[in-house]
């Protein structure tokens, strides 16, 4: 099969070949027609990951993935050939990945397609979905809260933002001007201040009682931090602490994705009945992976997936 791959320290993300390996007992061989790129990848490609995960060279890249189940193992009687599925990697060690032909899966956390939804949007939903419904929870957001997504109109954040609005809040998104400002604004932002000039200002204007909560998903935490009243409510999916954050009033929780097929299932269902957007900013071949990778830092709006078959 072919793959993305690091073959080793310091090497560059390439396309490669590879065998297909062994189907376990209790796993499904999935054809995967779709993955998408989230930042686990990109560190990995950078090389920040190697001294902090266990990993086995050459690793594949990629951890959402959507297809079709080719073959299943002994004890799978769930899935059968044919079944359009979607699921994410959730081991803590960097070897077997996703952006290839061909994945062998733990069937128990893979979860059905529904009718409708598109293999390209069902492997883009993955961990940003399931980080943007973590943040949430974590938050527990009603609709007393004045909410600001920072990093809006990126994956996890385009899906918060759509979850914030769900749950009744008044959502208050960064994003530039122009298309990136519309692009919020449709997925349910009712306010939009621009990260790149004036943000504090922005933000007291649009909510000039404070800020009861803060989706980090970008950003600088301490500077978000200063727009929350007393008591407020921070979260975060790229590590704040409460040192960075420097306000004992508030509370900071950092958030680690946690995909459970509950989860996964739940968001895909929305996806399929128009509920929830699945925000597609490119697609790629497979061969184009390397490119997705690099491109992954460039302003965007919202996910980057790959195109397998």
Known sequence: ??????AGRGAAPAVADLPVSHLDAGQARVAVEAASVNGIDVAAAAGYLWDRMPHEFPVVLG???????DSVGGDVTRW???????GVITAMALGSGAICEVVNADATVLVAVPAGLSALDAAAVGLAGVAATDLIAALGLTADDVV?????????????????????AKVIATARGGDAARFVRDLGATEVVDHTEGLAAQVRAAAPEGLTAV????GDPAQLAALLISGGRL??????????????DVTTTPVLAVATPDKLSGLLEAAASGALRVPV????????APQAISDFASPKLGKLVIAIR
């Open 80 to 86: 059968k050939s044919g079944d359009r599925v979607a």
């Open 148 to 168: 600001l997504v920072s990093g809006a109109s990126g994956g996890v954040g385009a899906f918060a933002v759509q979850l914030a609005a769900r749950a009744g």
């Open 235 to 248: 979260a975060s999916v790229v590590g704040a602490t409460p040192d960075q954050v420097g306000r004992a």
């Open 63 to 69: 951890r959402d993935f959507a297809g079709t189940v």
């Open 1 to 6: 099969m072919r793959a993305l791959t690091i």
């Open 281 to 288: 900013a490119r697609t790629y071949r497979l061969d184009e």
């Open 215 to 218: 989706i980090h998903a970008a």
